[in-house]
């Protein structure tokens, strides 16, 4: 097998590793507590990738990016994880988790507002699509009804909209490091970040006992591999694969995490649920063709 092959077979296992976080994030934070689990995940996540993706000096990194991704990384896994945890059932967890993947489509609107992207007519239907497939979980059972949907977010106003501005903040730290990481990779820094934000919220939060049962190590590990070795392997991806083929498979991250997420917490979804997640789907890769008609060279919006 090409390197190129396997590079970009190991950015799929991404993928995949990354669509399982929404279920394992909850499932450590039903057992270890929101903040305290997520500390956890993130800390020994940093760990796992020292190991894999390696440290880079601070002195290696520019200014700018230092700064605002370490700003912009360390506010969006926050909203991420603790809006998951904060999530009152483990259905609405994945519901959240739904909200917080309209950031594909998000970041590409903001790659043409603030980055030049070039685009075509195809990006208004599909921000449309991404936007009615949210309202269409969010409605319950019956798809599109504004008092369900309203009535869903009134009740954990707190895990939807962290979900949210989750979303508008990883589109924000997508479109701003583009221009200024200067090919350089501080996701090992982000991560350690992460878990200091997060510890000490746990500390002057009043804490709290976690339980350290054989269940819940397995869910610590799964989830800390999940999202170490994820970033991980999608460096290679982007680096050594084909970007074309990756950018493409990750826009069915919300119909594979939904999936993944159903089965690690038995959470049975309505046929509205699905029929949201793949309009969500759908408008991502709407606004992502749009992208692609107009390109004459680089790589794509979301790498």
Known sequence: MKNTNKATMIGLVAILLWSSIVGLIRSVSELLGPTGGAAMMYSVASVFLLLSVGWVRLSEFPRRYLVWGSILFV??????????????????????????????????????????????????????????GICWVLGGEQGFDLAGMLHNVRDNPLSYGL????ALIWAAYCTVTARIAAG??????????VSISLWGKYLL????????????????????????FGYGAWNVGILHGNVTVLAGASYFIPVL??????????????????????????????CWVATRARRTSGKPVID
């Open 205 to 228: 939060g009043g804490g709290g006992h976690m339980a350290f049962t054989g269940e819940a190590i397995v869910y610590l590990l799964l989830a800390a591999a999940a999202m170490g």
């Open 163 to 166: 979900a949210f501005a989750g």
């Open 75 to 132: 506010t969006y896994e926050l909203c991420l994880s603790l809006s998951i945890g904060y999530a009152n059932t483990a259905q609405q967890a994945i519901e959240v988790g739904m909200v917080n993947y309209l950031w594909p489509t998000f970041t590409i609107v903001a790659a043409i507002l603030f980055n030049g992207q070039k685009t075509n007519v195809l990006i208004v239907p599909g921000f449309l699509l991404s936007v009615a």
């Open 184 to 193: 350089k990779n501080g996701v090992t820094l982000f991560f350690i970040l």
């Open 257 to 286: 995490s939904a999936a993944l997420s159903t089965l690690l917490l038995r959470a049975p979804l309505s046929i509205a649920f699905w029929q949201g997640s793949a309009m969500v789907c759908g408008g991502a890769i709407l």
